[in-house]
């Protein structure tokens, strides 16, 4: 059987390296491949690239023909004319000159060098956010910044400037970086992703292998407006929320913009499956879940969770000698393989070994799941009820949910 792979559209001097599992059993491949760590940027919502405006009009120079028609049939016959002026190459023209290159710098491995030095590890793409009195805000890719020690921005007028990591966040996987203002060339409208249609024409800007192609463009459509991929992220195993498109993906066009026919970026490039024989199977993270992580990260430099304190594991993933221990009434939930001290799992009374079920009286199935429940329906400082089976005692505990310190599972 040939294995499926999903890799961020990032290149750089290090091989591919296999980030997990997608929900089919594609391998999620994290973006540093070939030469640079590029990034990808769809931009989607819209019906046509072509604003085609037609007004009816009386037109002196009828013909007698259709006069004639008009009399004897009754027919309202009036000549139309095309009096629109947008077009794909005028909106991809303005589009452009807010999608930057982002080059990763990191310090160089040599353990002979006398100083250290920082190369050049990767680049990808990033999209002119917004524009904020003295700072310039870009949204890209979290793996496109990861561990970078300084960020480089390649602007559309050929300038070069360093940019502040601001935020980022590796379970959404998107970053903010910041730049003097008066660099910036202007900013683009960020659409709403909640209307994008399959079969909807967009076309996707960034720099697949580098900058030597920088600001590349492709066409295609929206070949499904919902779908969620697994991805494994230094923070953990993430259902992440994509547009899947089949404009062309390449490495480089990560953090890059996925646009409409209006302009607007309905997504950030992020994904794309790679394996023989497999075309046009790329993904954007809606614009709709870039704007409130991005505003949040803008605001206080990070993404606030709630915070349980526990390790897991599936049920399906533990050893047998913990699987026959398990009550014969459990038939899905998370084995808490550890218990942070001071944590809020902790003061609730969970212990190690405890298997979760449900939580507010949402069952339970896998780790997935949890992280699932916990950040996007609980909040910070809630009180959750958690079912718990210890042996083949049935529990429920009361836990105070904390707030995340630094990017942890959960």
Same mark, same amino acid.
């Given at each position: 059987?040939?294995?499926?792979?999903?890799?961020?559209?990032t290149?750089?001097?290090?091989?591919?390296h296999?980030?997990?599992?997608?929900?089919?059993?594609?391998?999620?491949?994290?973006?540093?491949?070939?030469?640079?760590?590029?990034?990808?940027? %769809?931009? !989607?919502?819209? =019906?046509? %690239? %072509?604003?085609?405006?037609?007004?009816?009009?009386?037109?002196?120079?009828?013909?007698?023909?259709?006069?004639?028609?008009?009399?004897?049939?009754?027919?309202?016959?009036?000549?139309?004319?095309?009096?629109?002026?947008?077009?794909?190459?005028?909106?991809? /023209?303005?589009?452009?000159?807010?999608?930057?290159?982002?080059?990763?710098?990191?310090?160089?491995?040599n353990?002979f060098?006398?100083?250290?030095q920082? *190369?050049?590890?990767?680049?990808?793409?990033? &999209?002119?956010?917004?524009?904020?009195?003295?700072?310039?805000?870009?949204?890209?890719?979290?793996?496109?910044? /990861?561990?970078?020690?300084?960020?480089?921005?390649?602007?559309y007028?050929?300038?070069?400037? !360093?940019?502040?990591?601001?935020?980022?966040?590796?379970?959404?996987d998107?970053?903010?970086?910041?730049?003097?203002?008066?660099?910036a060339?202007?900013?683009?409208?960020?659409? =709403?992703?909640?209307? &994008?249609?399959?079969?909807?024409? &967009?076309?996707?800007?960034? +720099?697949?292998?580098?900058? =030597?192609?920088?600001?590349?463009?492709?066409?295609?459509?929206?070949?499904?407006?919902?779908?969620?991929?697994?991805?494994?992220?230094?923070?953990?195993?993430?259902?992440?929320?994509?547009?899947?498109?089949?404009?062309?993906?390449?490495?480089?066009?990560?953090?890059?913009?996925?646009? +409409?026919?209006?302009?607007?970026?309905i997504?950030?490039?992020?994904?794309?499956?790679?394996?023989?024989?497999?075309?046009?199977?790329?993904?954007?993270?809606p614009?709709?879940?870039?704007?409130?992580?991005?505003d949040?990260?803008?605001?206080?430099?990070?993404?606030?969770?709630?915070?349980?304190?526990?390790?897991?594991?599936?049920?399906?993933?533990?050893?047998?000698?913990?699987?026959?221990?398990?009550?014969?009434?459990?038939?899905?939930?998370?084995?808490?393989?550890?218990?942070?001290?001071?944590?809020?799992a902790e003061?609730?009374?969970?212990?190690?070994?405890?298997?979760?079920?449900?939580?507010?009286?949402?069952?339970?199935?896998?780790?997935?799941?949890?992280?699932?429940?916990?950040?996007t329906?609980?909040? &910070?400082?809630?009180?959750?009820? *958690?079912?718990v089976?210890?042996?083949?005692?049935?529990?429920?505990l009361?836990?105070?949910?904390?707030?995340?310190?630094?990017?942890?599972?959960?």
């Amino acid at each position: 059987m040939e294995e499926h792979q999903i890799e961020t559209n990032t290149s750089s001097q290090r091989e591919q390296h296999k980030k997990g599992k997608a929900g089919w059993g594609q391998t999620i491949v994290s973006g540093l491949i070939g030469s640079v760590l590029t990034a990808t940027i %769809f931009i !989607t919502t819209g =019906d046509q %690239f %072509f604003t085609d405006t037609t007004t009816p009009t009386e037109n002196p120079a009828s013909t007698a023909a259709e006069k004639d028609l008009t009399k004897d049939n009754g027919v309202n016959v009036q000549p139309t004319s095309y009096t629109g002026t947008t077009s794909l190459a005028d909106m991809v /023209e303005s589009a452009s000159k807010a999608i930057v290159g982002v080059v990763n710098y990191q310090q160089s491995a040599n353990r002979f060098a006398q100083n250290s030095q920082e *190369v050049e590890s990767g680049t990808g793409s990033g &999209v002119m956010y917004k524009i904020d009195g003295k700072n310039a805000y870009i949204v890209t890719n979290n793996h496109v910044i /990861e561990g970078a020690s300084k960020v480089e921005i390649s602007l559309y007028n050929g300038k070069t400037t !360093t940019a502040e990591i601001v935020g980022s966040d590796a379970l959404t996987d998107l970053a903010v970086l910041k730049i003097d203002a008066s660099l910036a060339p202007g900013e683009i409208k960020f659409g =709403d992703s909640s209307a &994008v249609r399959a079969g909807e024409q &967009v076309v996707a800007i960034g +720099n697949p292998l580098g900058l =030597d192609f920088s600001r590349t463009v492709t066409q295609g459509i929206i070949s499904a407006a919902e779908r969620t991929i697994d991805v494994d992220t230094s923070s953990g195993t993430w259902g992440l929320n994509v547009i899947q498109t089949d404009a062309a993906i390449n490495p480089g066009n990560s953090g890059g913009a996925l646009i +409409n026919s209006k302009g607007e970026v309905i997504g950030i490039n992020s994904l794309k499956i790679s394996v023989n024989g497999v075309e046009g199977l790329g993904f954007a993270i809606p614009s709709n879940d870039v704007i409130p992580i991005v505003d949040e990260m803008i605001k206080t430099g990070k993404v606030t969770r709630p915070y349980l304190g526990v390790g897991l594991a599936d049920i399906a993933q533990l050893p047998q000698a913990y699987v026959q221990n398990i009550s014969q009434n459990v038939k899905a939930g998370v084995m808490v393989t550890d218990v942070a001290n001071g944590s809020a799992a902790e003061k609730g009374g969970i212990q190690q070994e405890d298997i979760i079920t449900a939580m507010n009286g949402k069952e339970i199935k896998s780790a997935l799941e949890l992280r699932k429940y916990l950040y996007t329906e609980a909040k &910070v400082n809630e009180k959750v009820s *958690v079912e718990v089976y210890r042996g083949n005692q049935k529990l429920t505990l009361q836990v105070t949910l904390g707030q995340s310190q630094k990017q942890v599972p959960e």
